[in-house]
């Protein structure tokens, strides 16, 4: 068609096929029972055959905007009908009607899913009609206005019952623009366009006097990077990219010029990172403090790339826990994005906007909502509903849309046509900014443990290995925090002496000078490489066998060296005779095992002597080590059999100590009852199986003993070995071998599990198929718990996450599961729950679990429970001695080291420790050291003070929350300040 001639050729050419009207067929009367909810497929035919109605050489043609209608009631005139049946409406129209329209020389089309194809479809129809290069040219803008205008009507008329947008106006104002395009007037036409889009805000203007806020969310992938992301950029939308570091290192070694696009736009403001880690890894499977070596180490990977680091913390993949709030407060972080993209389940807030609080009372705004899916079209259907409902409803109203690069469908193209040209749907925001300049969450709120949820074993390749290597994560971890208060306390004894230079401020009050924390590879440089092994264990799980061993050759040769430099300040005098130093690197007091040869002992006489004896071929004595504290005995000639005639076994399968008692049965091996001496009633049975689901129901196998014998008796152990197998189904499934062993003085029954042989079924899911050690309680009203992290929560049912600790509180007394690492585990009712031993995978494992009782301190048993004894011999006087170096007062309240404090001259200057509280209870603890304190902090990760604490010679006295984690900066007093001064 010409565009030259003049506005009555035109007019003459479209005359050639009159339409009469275009009309959108739907079920009900108005936008009555428009539906909000649509499968994308159904959504995409609707929303395609209304908008691509709204083409301008249509609009002109017809000389109306179009308009739905019901479609069982046409209009009476049906001549030139041009009706478009949305999919809710196919099954209303009959044939006998589809026939009239067209003998009234109308069509009837039904849409495509893809608005472009069925707008080509229409003109088709209209050879005559056919548009110009203007029109070409702005098509997307008609479309995005007729999205527009049915979305600020679904906004007004179902969610506020009525509508005074002006139609005609609108109607006049869109000829006006249709008619510029067909005479091809582009200046007047964008101006009637904008005009269009102004009308249409202003309506919703009526209604809403704020914005809503809109955040488009860029996630990154290894397999997007490339082109597709280039593509992104050129967008002019500010959009928040969600990055790690690792995968920003990635784009500047596969598409550089991507890289410095983002950083072109990050300094112009139209781009930010919404990240903090240098890598994803499996968060919530790791310890705590390997998310914080990663918080640590990532601002130095982003501004390596010439990067802001990010202020908002975000994940691709499921990473967050009930109490990381606290922990990215103390990062400086203004907020987080807590979307599941990629599975998983977080709470949702009351408003998407909260104020996430943590145990410490630390407090972080997080966007709490959940994403819409660009590319899906029925997250588009009813936007303008869920705009109006977020502005009826959301104090900071907010719509999240995320896509991978240059993803998204046509309908979210129109959007942001809509968003650039009219605030009528909400503005872009980034999400710095979104978190600086947004009104703060009136109330506070504590997320719960249970709504974080993500089945790790399920989506796993191999379960099997994931549980393995989850335990040797822990049970690493757990090393290597006691080796970091061993070389901690090592590292102040070697700088006992060292003098920082204080000065005296304006007042002439004495100042600390400023300080820094010590690197772990400068307070030793293998342990910092023990850490950088363990945070990558989990990376992938069916290789940690190997790297696990390697780490744990590694962990013993740092042992010993931590011991032997700790030692040398601990042994008194010089001289030759052998000198056993054994060292409690844990904040509350602990009994342990020393073995010497059979012709010697430790000092018989010592206040810390519990109990001696034979075990085997090797002499044992049970030894009470102080807080944080160490024992020192030379080793003295001791022929003499001990005269204690109790033993803790006996044939019959029981165990007995002062604490507890244990039976053994004879015919399946298992546990079948724990007791305590002298009082009624069973504490707990334990028995292994194959466990498998039928539909709901739970199946298990029983556990045959071949053999059930005594292995050792002595007045200092007792150790019990069952022996067989696993049946199901009439045929073995498994081999099981259990130690069960009770020692002198301790409130544990061990059990150390050996598995061989082991067969499964073709299922995969181990929460469905799997060995597992099953344990039941006496009562339904016990309350059980589990601990991660030295934090605890309840546990009320189905699955939980504990790699330390389960404990179940019967009120007038608690029993303790120690999981040894073991850290998946199903509670199926109200008196039986299970730990996810194996699944397939692997044929053979060997664990080690324990059952406590009424222990005193459990979560810092449980640690020791994992951990090895630290002792050491060396040559020494003959003199004996105990003591301690840190102490706390409270038995719920554990403290370690995190680094020494050090000058610019590299001189101490003080400590930072950690101080937590375990049993879910406030309390006020005073904690007391090896030298005396000058002042004490509470700070952040990034040295921030955040307030003073109360120091009186060696002692701190600190208030914490229940399951608070304090990081602790204490100031060491010099003994003369003026000294210091001169």
């Not at 640690?863 to 090895?868: A, G, L, M």
Request: hydrophobic share 40%.
């Amino acid at each position: 068609m010409s565009t030259k001639g003049t506005e009555g050729d035109i007019q003459e050419e479209f005359l050639m096929q009159k339409l009469n009207e275009m009309l959108l067929l739907l079920p009900e009367y108005e936008l009555e029972g428009y539906p909000k909810d649509l499968s994308s497929d159904s959504a995409a035919r609707l929303l395609s055959g209304w908008v691509a109605l709204w083409h301008p050489t249509l609009l002109f043609g017809v000389g109306r905007i179009p308009r739905w209608h019901q479609a069982t009631r046409l209009p009476p005139d049906l001549s030139a009908l041009l009706l478009v049946v949305s999919p809710m409406a196919a099954d209303l129209v009959e044939p006998s009607t589809v026939t009239q329209v067209q003998s009234a020389g109308g069509l009837v089309l039904h849409p495509t899913a893809s608005w472009k194809q069925f707008q080509a479809e229409l003109l088709s129809h209209f050879p005559q009609a056919q548009p110009n290069a203007l029109a070409n040219q702005l098509v997307e803008n008609f479309a995005a206005l007729g999205y527009e205008y049915l979305q600020v009507q679904l906004m007004t008329r179902q969610i506020r019952y009525t509508s005074n947008l002006d139609v005609a106006v609108v109607e006049q104002q869109e000829m006006k623009a249709a008619e510029a395009v067909v005479s091809d007037n582009q200046a007047t036409a964008r101006q009637m366009l904008q005009a269009c889009f102004d009308t249409l805000g202003q309506e919703r203007d009526h209604y809403y006097s704020n914005d809503a806020h809109l955040l488009d969310l860029t996630l990154l992938a290894e397999s997007t990077l490339g082109k597709s992301l280039h593509q992104q950029l050129l967008s002019p939308v500010p959009t928040t990219v969600i990055a790690s570091a690792q995968l920003l290192h990635q784009i500047e070694a596969r598409s550089p010029e991507n890289l410095s696009v983002i950083r072109q736009r990050q300094a112009e403001g139209t781009l930010c990172i919404a990240g903090g880690l240098d890598r994803e890894t499996a968060t919530p499977l790791q310890p705590r403090d390997t998310l914080v070596r990663a918080l640590q180490r990532s601002p130095v990977a982003y501004r390596s790339l010439s990067l802001t680091a990010p202020k908002v913390f975000a994940r691709l993949s499921f990473g967050f826990q009930e109490d990381v709030a606290g922990l990215l407060r103390r990062f400086d972080f203004s907020g987080v994005l807590l979307i599941p993209f990629t599975g998983g389940q977080y709470p949702t807030g009351h408003q998407p906007k909260i104020s996430w609080e943590s145990s410490d009372g630390a407090r972080l705004p997080a966007l709490a909502s959940s994403a819409l899916d660009t590319a899906a079209p029925a997250e588009f259907s009813a936007f303008g509903w869920r705009v109006g409902e977020a502005l009826d409803r959301q104090h900071v109203p907010t719509l999240v849309l995320a896509h991978w690069p240059a993803g998204g469908c046509e309908f979210y193209d129109l959007l942001k046509i809509v968003v650039s040209s009219t605030p009528a749907l909400g503005k872009w925001q980034l999400a710095d900014d979104y978190f600086d300049n947004t009104d703060n969450a009136f109330h506070h709120q504590r997320l719960e443990a249970s709504g974080f949820s993500y089945n790790w074993l399920a989506n796993s390749d191999a379960p099997g290995d994931l549980i393995a290597a989850t335990k040797q994560t822990h049970t690493l971890h757990v090393s290597a925090r006691s080796l970091l208060n061993i070389f901690n306390l090592a590292w102040q004894l070697d700088h006992l002496r060292s003098r920082p230079a204080w000065s005296r401020d304006e007042r002439g009050d004495v100042v600390a000078p400023e300080y820094q924390p010590l690197a772990v590879a400068d307070l030793h440089e293998p342990l910092a490489r023990l850490l950088d092994g363990l945070d990558g264990l989990l990376e992938d799980a069916q290789k940690s066998t190997e790297r696990y061993r390697q780490l744990q050759q590694l962990t013993s040769d740092i042992a010993q060296q931590g011991l032997a430099q700790l030692a040398k300040h601990l042994v008194k005098g010089k001289g030759s005779a052998p000198c056993k130093v054994i060292v409690n690197p844990l904040s509350s007091p602990v009994r342990t095992w020393v073995r010497t040869e059979l012709d010697t002992s430790l000092a018989a006489t010592e206040a810390w002597h519990y109990a001696t004896g034979l075990v085997g071929r090797q002499r044992t004595t049970s030894v009470d080590l102080p807080s944080m504290g160490f024992v020192t005995s030379c080793l003295s000639d001791c022929s003499a059999a001990t005269k204690d005639s109790f033993v803790l076994a006996d044939a019959s399968g029981m165990l007995r100590n002062e604490f507890c008692e244990a039976q053994i049965d004879l015919q399946r091996g298992h546990l079948r009852s724990l007791h305590i001496p002298a009082r009624r009633g069973n504490r707990l049975s334990v028995m292994l199986a194959y466990r498998e689901l039928d539909g709901k129901e739970a199946k298990y196998s029983e556990m045959v003993a071949k053999e059930v014998t005594m292995l050792t008796s002595s007045n200092m152990s007792g150790i019990i070995r069952s022996r067989g197998h696993f049946a199901w189904q009439g045929k073995s499934v498994g081999e099981f071998e259990i130690d069960y062993e009770i020692r002198r003085g301790s409130r544990i029954v061990a059990a150390t599990i050996s598995l061989q042989n082991l067969q499964f079924p073709e299922q995969h899911n181990p929460w469905r198929s799997a060995f597992v050690m099953r344990f039941a309680w006496p009562t339904e009203a016990a309350h059980l718990r589990v601990f991660q992290d030295g934090r605890r929560s309840a546990w009320s049912g189905g699955k939980s996450f504990s790699p330390e600790l389960i404990e179940i509180d019967e009120s007038d007394y608690r029993t303790h599961i120690l999981t040894g690492g073991l850290a998946f585990h199903y509670r199926r009712d109200l008196r039986f729950a299970e730990t996810l031993l194996t699944a397939c995978g692997q044929q053979n494992v060997r664990h080690r679990v324990g059952f406590g009782v009424d222990l005193p301190s459990p979560m810092v048993t449980a640690r020791q429970f994992i951990d090895k004894p630290h002792q050491i011999t060396i040559p020494g006087s003959p003199a004996n001695s105990s003591g301690w170096l840190l102490s706390v007062d409270v038995k719920n309240v554990y403290a370690d080291f995190e680094s020494p404090l050090v000058d610019s001259s590299g001189n101490n200057v003080g400590a930072r420790l950690t101080i937590g509280e375990s049993a879910g209870k406030a309390t006020t603890a005073r904690l007391r050291i090896l030298r005396d304190v000058a002042e004490a902090h509470r700070v952040d990760y990034l040295g921030n003070r955040l307030n003073r604490l109360t120091a009186s010679g060696d002692g701190v006295t600190i208030a914490l929350r229940a399951g608070e984690q304090a990081l602790v900066d204490l100031l060491w007093r010099v003994e003369s300040a003026e000294s210091s001064l001169a």
